[in-house]
């Protein structure tokens, strides 16, 4: 089973913890929003993905067609929960036509590259310029150097990688999910970075 597999998310709401039953309403200290990765095929998003939320790993990945759903909740220090939906979009160019359909109402856009591929930072920053054109106004976005326990591999400096986040008000990570490395951050990070709806 690839790190595109996408089981029906009766297991992510026992993994989570939470079933969905609140229909979709956030409060102040329990979010629920929809995020989505978007990158070329064979970046790494589903690995991420599968690292987050199952803490594993599969070098026998297959590839994802169209898009597979996944959720998991984290709980941050000041208590609130964050219950991420999470679309994990195919790469493949053949499929860039349908990733709008997963993006539009995204609250989060998790931009994924492989920092041993040049031509996968280039395909980044299209995604950055459409969710910039196409997304909501105020969506989260994460730029995300993938693979970087390939670093002896290294094409794309870390630098090049915060230069352009830091133009694009995006923040910036390096992860592996080989080793695990920064996914959690990651999601921390992103969940600190959500807007939060007023108390009642």
């Known amino acids: 089973m690839g790190c595109s597999s996408s089981l029906p998310d009766r297991s992510s709401g026992q993994l989570a913890g939470l079933n969905s039953e609140n ?73 860039a036509a349908l990733a709008p359909l997963y993006y539009r109402g995204a609250a989060v856009a998790v931009v994924v590259y492989d920092i041993t591929s040049p031509d996968s930072f280039a395909k980044a920053q299209y995604w950055v310029k459409e969710l910039q054109k196409h997304g909501s106004p105020d969506i989260v976005m994460a730029l995300v150097g993938n693979k970087a326990d390939l670093n002896e591999k290294r094409e794309v ?44």
């Open 23 to 95: 229909g979709g309403v956030s409060d102040a200290k329990n979010l629920r929003v929809k995020l989505v990765l978007l990158g070329d095929s064979g970046v790494g998003k589903s690995c991420i993905v599968l690292r987050f939320v199952r803490g594993q790993f599969d070098p026998t990945s297959k590839v994802t067609v169209g898009a597979s759903f996944l959720s998991q909740t984290i709980a941050l220090q000041d208590s609130t929960t964050v219950k991420f939906e999470i679309w994990d979009t195919a790469g493949q160019e053949r499929y």
């Open 157 to 200: 400096p870390v630098q090049d990688g915060i230069d352009y986040a830091e133009k694009n008000g995006m923040f910036f990570i390096e992860t592996s999910a080989k080793t695990a490395d920064n996914i959690n951050q990651l999601f921390e990070e992103i969940a600190k970075r959500l807007p939060r709806p007023a108390s009642s």
